[in-house]
């Protein structure tokens, strides 16, 4: 007993002392305490796209390394690549900084929710100035109140593709308008479909690709020429799955922007990529969150991206048309 109670003495007369020293160190006797932040760990951006992965590794590569990145201590970018409709959710529940590629009727959508602020550094704007305001009558900034809420870091075309010795083994003509899509002649080869497309919902890209005809051939004429494009094809997941079909020979023809027909171009001579004569550019948006709990940084990456940055559109991986 006497043993036990010698224990139990010793265990209280231990936590004392613990107590004592832990509280010693509390009051600030013993150094001070550890801090996370910025100024230790680093930034990492939190950036929301529509853009590949592929932009998103070379991107990431290239930026990390620039004087920019070390100037304002990003160490790290952590990309989200959510479908579009999903971007306000996203943008709210991650804090997200900077939102980048999509195109104009997305980046509008954000700013009228308010999830856009407007870009306020000057190096940046000077750099903006430099943008002009529309290209070929399509918008490349967005001006609230005076101030610029976003600005095209890309420039981009929509057409389709086709696969030329596809088409000759069929018998098919190589199409070189809107209106070709729509043709009967392409039937033949129902009930397989010889032409890939995404829904709306899916795919920003095809949805501006409906825009431009139902605005080239106005509201009536443009549903007719969808309503037969679509009945001479089917609708796949998303833009990236259209371009699969026709990559893959699931289809002969695909429309999609024009990277992606690029890009095919670069895998095969058979491919060939075609901007019908009544389409249009697009300015492909870059912009500063609402959320961005690093705005400095944020705008920071949003200069580089529409300077040295745009070289990355230049790779041949990507291949894109860059703003400057």
């Known amino acids: 007993m006497e043993t036990k109670h010698l224990i139990a003495?010793?265990?209280?007369?231990v936590v004392l002392i613990g107590a004592a020293f832990f509280f010693t160190r509390g009051e600030g006797g013993a150094g001070p305490t550890p801090t996370a932040g910025p100024s230790k760990q680093g930034i990492t951006l939190k950036v929301i796209t529509r853009h590949a992965s592929t932009i998103w590794l070379l991107t990431k590569e290239e930026f990390l390394q620039s004087d920019l990145a070390k100037q304002y201590n990003i160490v790290d970018?952590?990309?989200?690549?959510p479908n579009a409709a999903l971007w306000p959710d996203v943008i709210k529940k991650e804090k997200i900084d900077v939102a980048w590629g999509g195109g104009p009727t997305v980046f509008n959508d954000l700013a009228d929710k308010g999830l856009l602020q407007p870009m306020t550094d000057p190096e940046l704007l000077q750099v903006i100035s430099e943008?002009?305001?529309?290209?070929?009558?399509?918008a490349m900034k967005r001006y609230d109140d005076g101030q610029v809420t976003w600005v095209a870091a890309a420039i981009s075309s929509?057409?389709?593709t086709y696969n030329k010795k596809q088409l000759a083994e069929r018998g098919l003509p190589e199409p070189a308008t809107w209106d070709d899509l729509a043709s009967p002649v392409y039937a033949k080869?129902?009930?397989m479909p010889a032409i890939s497309f995404a829904r709306s919902t899916t795919s920003t890209s095809h949805s501006r690709i409906y825009q431009i005809i139902l605005q080239a051939y106005g509201w009536e004429d443009g549903w007719v020429l969808?309503?037969?494009l679509a009945a001479n094809g089917r609708p796949y997941g998303g833009s990236v799955e259209a371009q699969f079909a026709v990559q893959t020979g699931e289809v002969p023809i695909g429309i999609m922007i024009d990277f992606y027909g690029y890009e095919l171009q670069t895998k095969s001579p058979d491919f060939v990529y075609v901007t019908p004569p009544n389409s249009i550019v697009n300015g492909d948006p870059i912009a500063l969150c609402a959320t961005s709990e690093h705005p400095e940084a944020a705008q920071a990456?949003?200069?580089?991206?529409?300077?040295?940055?745009q070289k990355i559109w230049l790779d041949p991986k990507v291949n894109r048309l860059p703003i400057s």
């Open 9 to 13: 003495i010793l265990a209280v007369v």
């Open 226 to 228: 969808l309503t037969r």
């Open 131 to 138: 943008i002009p305001d529309t290209i070929s009558g399509s």
């Open 158 to 160: 929509f057409g389709f």
């Open 301 to 309: 990456f949003i200069r580089w991206v529409l300077t040295d940055g």
């Open 77 to 81: 970018i952590r990309f989200y690549g």
């Open 189 to 191: 080869m129902l009930p």
